[in-house]
């Protein structure tokens, strides 16, 4: 039995021309409150002062994406960054003063691989051999 595999799951419907349910709807909400901005606000610069914000909102909530989203996305992130809980903790650990006397005792150490006695071996053999090259 085959079955098909569902792709552009992440592409909405286009319903209304060119545009889907959810871009209809923004537009359409932002042409209404300006509609509504200009028939409240008497003066027509003031009005357009103020359509203007709404407008480009409700276009910028059609169709603009931030990092492959939808800008509804990072809108509801901001407010719930802005009203939400923030609750920054800071625990300062305590310093440790060392004196220069240990200081200098840990820098003198070093690391000593440990030594198997096939490797314990091989030194002594090549010590023996260089001591009785430079005593000839």
Not at 6 to 19: N, S
Not at 23 to 38: D, E, K, N, R
Not at 57 to 72: G, T, W
Not at 91 to 101: A, L, Q, T
């Amino acid at each position: 039995m085959r079955f098909t595999v569902p792709q552009f799951i992440d592409v909405e419907d286009k319903i209304f021309g060119p545009l889907s349910f959810r871009q209809f709807a923004y537009l359409t909400g932002g042409v209404g409150l300006s509609y509504l901005l200009y028939t409240i606000i008497p003066s027509i610069i003031l009005a357009i002062l103020a359509i203007i914000p709404v407008a480009s909102f409700a276009v910028a909530l059609a169709f603009v994406k931030v990092n492959e989203k939808p800008f509804i996305d990072t809108v509801e992130a901001a407010i719930r960054f802005a009203f939400g809980e923030k609750l920054y903790l800071w625990k300062r650990s305590p310093v440790e003063k060392k004196n220069k006397e240990e200081a200098v005792v840990v820098s003198t150490k070093r690391y000593a691989p440990a030594l198997t006695e096939s490797k314990l071996h091989d030194i002594s053999w090549g010590l023996d051999v260089l001591s009785q090259k430079r005593s000839e």
